[in-house]
């Protein structure tokens, strides 16, 4: 298909629905309402479920329900909406259903702003609700990958009976480009085996997350940790840029790794050796491959984690590297989204001014070299 001008929040939605989104919950917030406006007049367009509920809290709930009786459900929310779902999330981690969830964050904590954050973070990768679970969280740096991370959420979503979040800052939501969006995808024609049941001439089937026992609890514990293991084994996925010969890596994700791309592209016209690592699975987090990076030979001499948020992803940057190699950060808060500018006096700062005269870059292929 030709490309559209397409606006982010846009894109999420007519993605989830060309990808079999059969019914959609949700509650308008802000930076991410068109989002939920598309799903109102395309879902009905198409003889689908949508339903405004009346909070954040009734809508992750109608979720649940959808999911279990074995729907390819949705919901989508910015920041303190994601934070009241959270209570349902949990159980349906619990409960082994699918769902896909995305989430266009704002500035905070309370209600904050509506301008575009990444202090999501931790809530989504960390503590998506009470219990030993991730979700799975895909960060899109542009409108094509917010459509092509909202398809592939609900594959994967599928595939492990399991929790997909899309994250991306309000800028991503609200910005426009050219994008290509997929086929429609046709609906399911029957429910999967595990879905609940209890009508007459059925097998009873039951979904629940409550366990009373703690060795029938631990044993389902210990089951979702195997399920989280094939999940970090096979689904990591990342981006890396100029980082075979850099010396300070910038690590960042989404609106954040833009602003990045744009600095190392100026950095490295000026002779120094910087790349770019994009995690673009914020859980499972791509940390086996930082600290090859870390022990690579010739080594990185500083990785530089810029994100909208107070420092977040840090710390997982500093887990997977270790001793190794120093990780510095470089952040703005409230919504602001850090310069190019910043960015590369940050790194400045790391690499001495004199480096430069002993690097040259070959505009032929655009390599660089040592002299």
Known sequence: MAKQLLKGNIAFAEAAIRAGCEVYFGYPITPQTELLEHMAKRMVELDRVFLQAESEVAAVNMVYGAAAAGAKVMTSSSSPGISLMQEGFSYMAGSNVPAVVIDVMRGGPGLGNIQPSQADYNQVTKSAGHGDFHPIVLAPSTVQEAIDLTVLAF?????????????????????????????????????????????????????????????????????????????????????????????????????????????????????????????????????????????????????????????????????????????????????IIPLPEEIEEEVRRIIPSAHSRAFRVEAKNGRVAHQ
């Open 155 to 335: 594959d994967l979503a599928e595939k492990y009976r399991t929790l997909a979040f899309v994250i991306a800052d309000g800028a991503i939501g609200q910005m426009m480009e050219p994008a290509e969006l997929p086929e429609m995808r046709p609906l399911p024609e029957k429910r999967p085996a595990w879905a609940v049941t209890g009508a007459k001439g059925r097998p009873h089937n039951v979904i629940s997350s409550l366990y009373m026992g703690a060795e029938e609890l631990e044993a389902l514990n210990l089951t979702l940790q195997d399920k989280l293991r094939q999940i970090e084994k096979a689904e990591v996925r990342y981006e890396a840029t100029h980082v075979d010969d850099a010396e300070v890596v910038i690590v960042a994700f989404g609106t954040a790794a833009r602003v990045a791309h744009t600095s190392v592209q100026h950095l490295r016209a000026a002779g120094l050796p910087v790349g770019l690592f994009r995690p673009i699975t914020l859980w499972p987090f791509p940390e086996q491959e930082l600290a090859r990076l870390a022990r690579r030979i010739p080594s990185v001499r500083t990785f530089l984690v810029v994100e909208m948020n107070a420092g977040q992803m840090v710390h997982d940057v500093r887990e997977a590297v270790g001793s190794h190699v120093p990780v510095r950060f470089k952040g703005r808060m409230g919504g």
